[in-house]
């Protein structure tokens, strides 16, 4: 089992920047991709950002297209966003997940507790 902790969400004004990190822990060997996924209250879950081993395999939601930068160390250990530009239409709940050797397809088999972006206009 792989754990992953989010931290460095918070309050942040249009057009600002916010950084957020993911650490996993446990099971880390069998990480084969990390992601960023967000949920606004009453709205679905959707796709960020992902990031594969060694800084491959990089991929965005058109929504953060431009704005938004993931990076990670090699092991998939630690991942960051870097949120620029940020819109209130950003405001949600930031989740890391993870996507294990044993994920089926694209499933994600591994989630973070959230952490909360506000961004006020």
């Known amino acids: 089992q792989v754990h992953l902790v989010e931290s460095g969400g918070g309050l942040v004004q249009a057009g600002g920047s916010l950084t957020l990190s993911c650490a996993a822990s446990?099971?880390?060997?069998?990480?084969?991709?990390m992601a960023w996924f967000r949920q606004a209250p009453g709205k679905e879950r959707e796709f960020v950002a992902n990031i594969g081993r060694s800084g491959g395999g990089i991929t965005y939601a058109d929504s953060v297209q431009g704005r938004f930068i993931i990076s990670s160390n090699n092991a998939l250990t630690t991942v960051s966003l870097q949120m620029n530009s940020l819109k209130p239409e950003d405001t949600a709940i930031y989740y890391c997940a993870t996507r294990t050797f044993a994920a089926l397809g694209n499933d994600y088999d591994g989630w973070g507790q959230g952490t909360q972006v506000t961004v006020s206009s």
């Open positions: 446990g099971r880390t060997f069998t990480i084969y991709k």
